[in-house]
T-cell receptor, first 116, second 110 residues
Framework: GAGVSQSPSNKVTEKGKDVELRCDPISGHTALYWYRQSLGQGLEFLIY????????KSGLPSDRFSAERTGESVSTLTIQRTQQEDSAVYLC??????????????FGPGTRLTVL | QKEVEQNSGPLSVPEGAIASLNCTYSDRGSQSFFWYRQYSGKSPELIMF????GDKEDGRFTAQLNKASQYVSLLIRDSQPSDSATYLCAVIAGGFKTIFGAGTRLFVKA
């Protein structure tokens, strides 16, 4: 079946604008994760969804970042009033069960965000 | 201290050699440990996971976990140029948060 998809693949925006990033998880996957990866860096955890609830939002860097998920389907990550330091690749991953001991995360191709 | 630490590399090994990648973590309550491979410009893909002390083998890959020392490693036997990538160690600690290390770049010379 189809893997995790993300859109847009690239987004260039001006400082101060809002952006919305979309993630379509693998069908039937309960858990969904958002990460960001700056150039040459590891993945920074942002938020985790179990179904449409978010038990762990601890990674969101500021109140400019928010995310929502519809059921066990699409998720959107919104960044308001973008800053240049928000420039990064935003990766989404989904996993079948969300059980931490056996969770295998499948990653999407990412959205490369550039804030000018 | 970072929660998950890896040597950034690059680690350079000749083709056919064993590549040894190391990772240490700070949270003693960590339960699950993962190794992901990430090719340049691509997304991470899972190689293997481990959650019991000892070794776990899958083909050319062996993961080793030592919870007492808070240490997890990945051995790649008979390294191939196609193994050249960044290897990310990931740890699930408290809650559902997955903490990734910054990754080790591996270069396998033909």
């Amino acid at each position: 079946g189809a893997g995790v998809s993300q859109s847009p693949s690239n987004k260039v925006t001006e400082k101060g604008k809002d952006v919305e990033l979309r993630c379509d998880p693998i069908s039937g996957h309960t858990a969904l994760y958002w990460y960001r990866q700056s150039l040459g860096q590891g993945l920074e955890f942002l938020i985790y969804f179990q179904g449409n609830s978010a038990p762990d939002k601890s990674g969101l860097p500021s109140d400019r970042f928010s995310a929502e998920r519809t059921g066990e389907s699409v998720s959107t990550l919104t960044i308001q009033r973008t800053q240049q330091e928000d420039s990064a690749v935003y990766l989404c991953a989904s996993s079948p069960l969300g059980q931490r001991s056996t969770d295998t995360q499948y990653f999407g191709p990412g959205t490369r965000l550039t804030v000018l | 201290q970072k929660e998950v630490e890896q040597n950034s590399g690059p680690l350079s090994v000749p083709e056919g050699a064993i590549a040894s990648l190391n990772c240490t973590y700070s949270d003693r309550g960590s339960q699950s440990f993962f190794w992901y491979r990430q090719y340049s410009g691509k997304s991470p893909e899972l190689i293997m996971f481990i959650y019991s002390n000892g070794d776990k083998e899958d083909g050319r890959f062996t993961a080793q976990l030592n919870k007492a020392s808070q240490y997890v490693s990945l051995l790649i036997r008979d390294s191939q140029p196609s193994d050249s990538a960044t290897y990310l160690c990931a740890v699930i600690a408290g809650g559902f948060k997955t903490i990734f290390g910054a990754g080790t770049r591996l270069f396998v010379k033909a």
